[in-house]
């Protein structure tokens, strides 16, 4: 019997969704909070899905969600 060892290539992805004015917000990635407080940047990284749904929910609840 011959093993001949194998590796997975899984691609990664990542996103960084910035605010330019500084308003902080919340980032929602397929219904998960993605940061527990309210930031001006954040980076998720691990994507493997080739298609996401995404909404920044602002902390100044006058700003309409994105």
């Not at 992805?13 to 500084?22: A, R």
């Not at 298609?51 to 920044?56: A, E, P, S």
Request: aromatic share 14%; glycine share 8%.
């Amino acid at each position: 019997m011959v093993l001949l060892p194998f590796f997975i290539n899984a691609q990664t992805g990542v996103i960084t969704i910035f605010s330019e004015d500084g308003d902080r917000f919340y980032f929602i990635l397929n219904g998960v909070q993605q940061n527990p407080a309210a930031q001006t940047n954040v980076r998720v990284d691990g994507l493997t899905n080739e298609f996401y749904n995404g909404k920044i929910i602002f902390e100044d609840k006058n700003k309409p969600e994105i």
